[in-house]
């Protein structure tokens, strides 16, 4: 059995990381969807309580998708679920970079390997702190988000 873990802080989940994790779930026998504290970003939008309510809410539809949430290295937790690959999405090539980079220290520091997953060029623009934005001056994001963010996000902005 290959279990892979993709980790990220999904704040908000978009329709970008439900198309990695469908792939993923076609490709692996088990994904682990992590949703963590990212330490570079100043604020969150949603809490971590309701980010992990959102991922499993998106992916009780993929029997072999399972959600967890942590706050300790990536290759920390690849290893306690024994993961065989760290899983990422690619939109552009500068992601490419960054996750390149990030691959290779966690192969140094672990042994972990990174398998990357390019996105469909129909989901390649949408990024979290776009629709953090949008959504924050009272625009409509439904396009690009499960439908369990953007019921949490009318919702906000109806004050319920």
């Known amino acids: 059995m290959v279990r892979v873990l993709y980790p990220g802080s999904f704040d908000p989940v978009h329709n970008g990381h439900v198309e990695v994790v469908e792939m993923a779930a076609e490709l692996f026998d088990e994904v682990v969807v992590a949703a963590m504290h990212n330490p570079q970003k100043s604020d969150s939008f949603f809490d971590m309580d309701e980010r992990g309510s959102m991922l499993a809410e998106t992916f009780a539809h993929l029997p072999n998708v399972r959600t967890t949430m942590f706050g300790e290295l990536v290759v920390t937790l690849a290893l306690r679920e024994k993961a065989d690959f760290i899983v990422k999405g690619l ?8 996750e390149l980079q990030m691959a290779q220290t966690n192969r140094e520091v672990a042994g972990v390997r990174t398998v990357f997953l390019p996105s469909t060029s129909a989901s390649s623009f949408i990024a979290s702190k776009y629709i953090r934005e ?15 963010v ?3 996000l009318r919702e906000r902005r109806s004050g319920s």
């Open 134 to 148: 949008i959504a924050g001056f009272g625009g409509n994001v439904d396009s690009m988000v499960p439908a369990a």
């Open 150 to 152: 953007a019921r949490r």
């Open 91 to 98: 939109r552009a090539t500068s992601d490419f970079e960054n």
